[in-house]
C-alpha cells in the first residue's frame, strides 16, 4: 500500500496531533512526523504528549504514538517464583544492592550494546545517548541498576514527567539481572504511588511481566492526569522491597 504523509518537523514546531499518526493498516503503525531536531527540551515536549523517538542509524528522527499502548500497572506485575526467591537470596546474603543513577550513561551505553529480540543493532544510537544525557541533567531521566557483588550486571533507564514513568530499556549481564532491576522500579512506583509505566509497543515478553495493551485514548487520558503532579525523589531504599515481600 502507498505510505501516507509524513509530516516534517523543523526546529520548535509543534508536533501534529496524536489522532493523525499512521494507522494498523499502514506500513508503520502508530509513526506520527520526522525530523532532525533532538535534545533534552523537544524529549521532555514529547512525553508530555504521549510521542517518544525512535530510529535506527542514518533515518531522521522518528515520533511514534502507537495504538495501543502497552501500559504496566505496577500492582499486575508478575512475581515468579524464581525470581522472588533470587531476589530474597542475594538479599539475604547481601549481594545485591540497587541503586538509582548512580552512573545513568553506563546503563544506556549497556543497552545500547544489548540489541532487543530480533534486531541486529540499536536504536540508542549517539545522538540519543546525549540528547538522554541532557534530560538526565535536568532531572528528567533515571536509570535503575542492578549491582550484584559490587558489580553492575543489570539495569533500566527511564524517563519521569510528574507522576508518569515511561520505561525505555533494559540491559542484564547476569541472569534476571534486568528483571531484577525492574522489580526495584516496580516496588519504588508501589511506594511512591506512581500508577502507571509506560512500555510503548507490545511484546511478549512485556506480556509475560504483566503490561497490557490499551486504548491511546485511555493512555493519553491517564497520562494527562498524572504530569502535572510533583515528581518522586529518585532513591531507592531497601526497605522498598517490603511492600512486595513484607517484613
Known amino acids: 500500500m502507498p505510505y501516507p504523509h509524513l509530516p516534517w518537523l523543523d526546529a520548535g514546531v509543534d508536533f501534529p496531533p496524536i489522532e493523525s499518526a499512521w494507522s494498523s493498516e499502514s506500513p508503520a503503525p502508530g509513526l506520527l512526523a520526522a525530523g532532525d531536531e533532538l535534545n533534552a527540551n523537544v524529549l521532555l515536549r514529547a512525553y508530555r504528549q504521549g510521542i517518544f523517538p525512535w530510529f535506527s542509524e542514518g533515518q531522521p528522527v522518528l515520533w511514534w504514538s502507537t495504538h495501543p499502548r502497552m501500559v504496566l500497572l505496577p500492582q499486575d506485575f508478575t512475581w515468579p517464583l524464581s525470581l522472588r526467591k533470587q531476589i530474597r537470596s542475594l538479599l539475604k546474603r547481601g549481594q545485591l544492592n540497587i541503586r538509582m543513577d548512580t552512573d545513568f550513561m553506563a546503563v544506556m551505553q549497556a543497552c545500547a550494546q544489548s540489541p532487543r529480540p530480533g534486531q541486529s543493532g540499536t536504536w540508542i544510537s549517539p545522538a540519543m545517548q546525549s540528547a538522554y544525557a541532557s534530560l538526565h541533567q535536568q532531572g528528567h531521566a533515571h536509570s535503575v541498576e542492578t549491582w550484584w557483588d ?58 509475560s511481566l504483566g503490561a497490557r495493551p490499551w486504548p491511546r485514548a485511555d493512555f493519553l487520558c491517564q497520562l494527562d492526569a498524572l504530569v502535572d503532579q510533583d515528581p518522586p525523589a529518585w532513591r531507592f531504599e531497601p526497605d522498598h522491597w517490603t511492600c512486595v515481600f513484607g517484613t
Open 150 to 207: 559490587k558489580e553492575l550486571v543489570g539495569g533500566l533507564y527511564l524517563v519521569n514527567v510528574g507522576g508518569m514513568v515511561f520505561g525505555e530499556s533494559m540491559f542484564s549481564r547476569r541472569s534476571n539481572a534486568s528483571k531484577i532491576a525492574l522489580a526495584a522500579l516496580v516496588a519504588f512506583c508501589l511506594v511512591n504511588r506512581l500508577p502507571m509505566i509506560d512500555c510503548q509497543q507490545e511484546t511478549d515478553h512485556l506480556a
